[in-house]
């Protein structure tokens, strides 16, 4: 992986024009994820989710920590660490943000935030059992393998997405969690 200060100055030079990512006033519920960076055994890891059954959106799927904004939340970003914290015990002190990049819609609506951080490793995760099934510590390194990446297209409503799926033992990650992935390894090329 990039330097700290190499990616986030390609994260500020990516960062998001508002203006052109802004949906309609209550069209879409502002929602803000953690992609959590770590290093394990000196390589670049990223941390996701598997959800459980039991919650309302995108169940069973695999995900970033996160969710929809509360009244509550200073800031999307505050968004995205209070959810973390909810989800998998990861505190706020201990994550250090270093950028965001461009907001994108989801078919359910939402319209995510996505922030990145490094976070310490190893962590003393507390997930929570009704909202997360498992942690999932991918390396960047396989997820940038063109053999364990494809992309296709699903149709939604009589229009046309481009989807990215990332194979990972045995899981699928797809979906707006696929497309964050797919962005952010752009980044780093």
């Known amino acids: ?3 700290e200060t190499e990616l986030a100055q390609r994260l500020e030079r990516h960062a998001p024009s508002w203006s052109s990512f802004l949906p309609e006033p209550g069209a879409m519920t502002p929602a803000a994820v953690l992609l959590p960076l770590f290093y394990k055994a000196g390589e670049a890891h990223i941390l996701l989710t598997m ?4 919650v309302s959106h995108h169940k069973g799927q695999i995900s970033f ?23 998998v015990g990861l505190r706020r002190e201990d994550v250090r943000l270093i950028g965001q990049m461009k ?21 003393p995760f507390e997930v ?26 699903r149709s939604f409503g009589g229009q046309d997405y481009e989807i990215y799926y990332f194979d990972y033992q045995e899981f699928t990650i797809w979906g707006i969690t696929g497309h964050l992935l797919h962005d952010f390894l752009a980044l780093l090329d």
């Open 128 to 153: 929570n059992p009704s909202e997360i099934a498992s942690l999932i510590e991918v390396p960047l390194s396989h997820l940038r393998q063109p053999q364990n990446r494809r992309q296709g297209k």
């Open 51 to 54: 959800r459980t059954d039991q």
């Open 103 to 123: 907001p994108m819609p989801t078919l359910s609506r939402f319209w995510v935030h996505p922030f990145v951080g490094l976070i310490p490793y190893p962590y």
């Open 1 to 3: 992986m990039l330097p």
């Open 65 to 87: 920590p996160g969710g929809k904004s509360e009244p509550a939340d200073q800031s999307l970003a505050e968004t995205a660490l209070r959810e973390s914290w909810e989800e």
